[in-house]
């Protein structure tokens, strides 16, 4: 990267706890710390503080100098990304730039994603898809490859290069209709099939439409399991939800995924201080789609403050029924919570583990709740049109080349 000019997250490694806080001290908390060798996000954390990071080293196993705790700056606030690029080890192409749903500091196989993106501005998706291409030809990668980005004010930064297929592939190829695995295939056989290289053939296209990759996650089958979602990555599947439209292609997505969204009812809203800012507009979306809205007191005080209408906003009170009576009985519909953490006295982990038991349909992103506000209010707006369910070759026909 230093050779390319290609900005990444400042780093480094330590073996020794005093090393891990010395190092972490300098780049500034919070840093992503994890281990040498990790599969899925394994072991991966985000650490706050020394005693945090304290308690990390202790805990880490098989820790040498030649198997050193990986320690990087956590960027903040970042709208993460990744492309997957076909190469020749002379060429890259990159398809699509995807960009996730939820913020970095979400393992990618956890992120909903949306392809192409929607909300990174031209020139980053831009200097993405060059960033690709030049760390693919500088690798000689020869088939597939995946990268993984973070944009923290504008600036586009490597996560990671991974010169290898993703699980990605065959949902960037059914969106952008394109085959990468016989492309690959065919790249990597060429010294013994001897047919020329696909690569330089292969032209931007400017796909009309947008698909939604939702992950697919087990917790239905262990309820007492928080799901909240963090670096570690916990899903064991993903769909595709496909529209003209963002937030219906992620409607589609939640219902693939046996969370169907409602498109009225009660839904109850409960985040951090760190989401204050951004609720106030997804208590709005819900409002103007007809919802009722149920909140604690802090999220209550903030949300009609700022003109949400008393009238749709009800405040939790202290005793019976209390908000878990509410979820048994079926008076919530959809909840929208993001973890307080661990600098509060309150543990809300309950909340989304009857969520899970209730089968009721939940959010623990501030970014999920916008998409989930948008795609409800799309759907609900265009309920009685059908132009949208058609087939893959149907969307794929819309596909223009630049």
Avoid at 31 to 60: C, F, H, I, K, Q
Avoid at 231 to 246: A, D, F, Q
Avoid at 312 to 332: A, C, S, Y
Avoid at 372 to 401: C, F, M, P, R
Wanted: proline residues 5%; glycine residues 6%; hydrophobic residues 40%.
């Amino acid at each position: 990267m230093d050779k390319l000019k290609i900005p990444m997250a400042e780093s480094g490694m330590a073996v020794t706890v005093e090393e891990a806080k010395a190092l972490a001290n300098k780049i500034g908390y919070p840093v992503m710390v994890r281990p040498s060798y990790v599969l899925g996000g394994r072991g991966m954390e985000v650490v706050y503080d020394d005693d945090s990071m304290t308690e990390y080293m202790n805990a880490a196993v098989g820790v040498t100098p030649d198997r050193p705790i990986l320690i990087d700056r956590f960027l903040n606030h970042a709208l993460e990304c990744e492309a997957d690029a076909i190469s020749d080890g002379e060429h890259a192409f990159v398809p699509a730039v995807m960009e996730h749903i939820e913020l970095a500091g979400v393992h990618s196989g956890d992120s909903a994603c949306i392809i192409p993106s929607l909300h990174i501005s031209e020139d980053n998706v831009k200097t993405i898809k060059e960033y690709t291409r030049k760390i693919a030809e500088e690798m000689h990668v020869k088939g597939l490859m995946n990268m993984q980005y973070a944009i923290e004010n504008g600036k586009v930064y490597v996560l990671e290069a991974n010169p290898r297929a993703s699980r990605t592939v065959p949902l960037v190829s059914k969106v952008c209709n394109i085959r990468m695995v016989p492309l690959a295939t065919d790249i990597i056989t060429s010294e013994l099939t001897g047919r020329p290289s696909p690569v330089p053939a292969l032209k931007e296209q400017h796909i009309p439409y947008y698909g939604v990759k939702e992950a697919a996650f087990p917790f239905n089958m262990f309820q007492e399991v928080d799901p909240v979602l963090g670096p570690e990555m916990r899903s064991t599947g993903e769909v595709l939800g496909i529209s003209e439209h963002y937030g219906e292609a992620f409607f589609k997505a939640q219902e693939a995924v046996q969370s169907k969204l409602p498109l009225s009812g009660t839904v109850l809203i409960s985040v951090n201080r760190k989401d204050k800012a951004e609720v106030v507009d997804v208590a709005k979306s819900f409002e103007a789609s007809g919802f009722n809205i149920l909140a604690t007191s802090g999220t209550y005080d903030l949300i009609t403050s700022e003109g949400v209408k008393a009238t749709v906003v009800k405040k939790l009170h202290e005793g019976r029924p209390n908000i878990l009576d509410m979820i048994t009985n079926g008076d919530i519909d959809l909840i929208v919570n993001s973890p307080v953490g661990k600098d509060s006295q309150y543990d809300d982990s309950y909340l989304r583990k009857a969520a899970i038991k209730a089968r009721v349909p939940y959010m623990t992103t501030i970014a999920a709740a916008k998409a989930t506000a948008e795609g409800i209010a799309y759907v609900k707006a265009h309920k009685d049109e059908n132009n949208s369910i058609q087939s893959l070759q149907a969307w794929h026909s819309e596909i223009v080349d630049k």
